[in-house]
């Protein structure tokens, strides 16, 4: 049989089955050019937002950090390198004795009183009636503004409050909570913790009604108690809600400034001055705006390498945080 196809038939009769797969990537490519820039349109008011209000004042903090300004006009910016990070820990400086270690200890204390408080609460509350009522109740402080919460306790420890009444009602003598240097920051400390506790307890919950049934009936089968149960199963499954009230109560802790300021203003002296104060002091006490942006940056590194810790410390109990 003759072949009647000349060269140029079979070419056109084969081009476009050879030409499809490359039309079709080109058209898968347009398409995905397409779908990113509707994307990124609809991310555009998000990034605008968050350039205006986090990516430009971050890089004017860190041109003041290196710079010596008193504020208001943009002209007197005057570069200094790092003398304004070097002056935080020079000899004679306040900031990193005693207001970063009352910054640490305030954070660590908090913590420490917070995470005690709501995971002993939280697992009383699984075992009760009415457990939203209980969580309601014990969540209030959160919804009080920290004013209000700071001017109470500041009056309840008064030399007539009612602290020193229920300790004068047990026949102990009555103590300057807010006025002595070796009272002062713990008193906060106690209000501080007692303010989180209620989110910190909303979380636990949560995790402690994602726990499995079959443990505690497991458990219960192998003739375990009670303390057993809670050291054996609860707190290692509740190990993923305790990191994250962890690190958020550290984070509060660490960048506390309204209830400090209500309740002592940073005194005695500096026996309750935190970093978050000293920088506002800095800032609008004595118009020095490159120390207090060097010691946001201080303050910045801190609460990054205590995440980091803190990460780490979990996963190597083998949480995958």
């Avoid at 937002?49 to 003041?64: C, E, Q, S, W, Y």
Wanted: with cysteine.
């Amino acid at each position: 049989m003759v072949n009647t196809l000349t060269p140029e038939t079979t070419e056109r009769a084969h081009s476009p089955r050879s030409a499809g797969p490359a039309v079709d990537g080109r058209a898968h490519t347009r398409r995905r050019r397409h779908q990113a820039v509707v994307a990124y349109l609809f991310l555009a008011p998000a990034l605008l937002f968050f350039a205006v209000f986090l990516i430009l004042p971050l890089g004017f903090a860190l041109l003041l950090s290196t710079s010596r300004w008193a504020g208001f006009d943009l002209g007197d910016i005057d570069p200094v390198g790092l003398d304004n990070f070097t002056g935080l820990f020079a000899d004679g400086s306040t900031f990193l004795t005693p207001i970063l270690t009352n910054t640490l200890l305030f954070a660590l204390g908090t913590v420490a009183l917070a995470l005690a408080g709501s995971v002993l609460v939280a697992t009383c509350i699984d075992n009760l009636r009415f457990q939203g009522l209980w969580r309601t109740l014990y969540f209030l402080p959160i919804v009080t503004t920290v004013v209000a919460v700071g001017n109470v306790w500041k009056y309840m420890y008064e030399p007539g409050g009612l602290v020193n009444g229920v300790l004068n009602a047990l026949g102990l003598g009555s103590v300057a909570f807010l006025q002595d240097p070796d009272t002062a920051l713990p008193s906060v400390v106690v209000v501080q913790a007692w303010a989180s506790v209620g989110s910190a307890i909303l979380i636990l919950t949560a995790g402690l009604k994602s726990i499995p049934e079959s443990y505690y009936e497991a458990a219960a089968l192998d003739g375990a108690g009670p303390g057993t149960v809670f050291w054996k199963i609860t707190l290692p499954l509740l190990r993923p809600s305790l990191l994250f009230v962890c690190i958020t109560q550290f984070l509060t802790g660490l960048q506390s400034f309204a209830l400090i300021i209500v309740m002592t203003k940073g005194g005695p002296g500096d026996t309750t001055n935190v970093a978050a104060l000293e920088m506002y002091r800095q800032a609008f006490s004595y118009g020095d705006w490159g120390t207090a942006s060097a010691a946001a940056f201080v303050l910045f590194v801190v609460v990054l390498v205590v995440t980091l810790v803190q990460l780490w410390i979990f996963r190597r109990k083998g949480e995958d945080a």
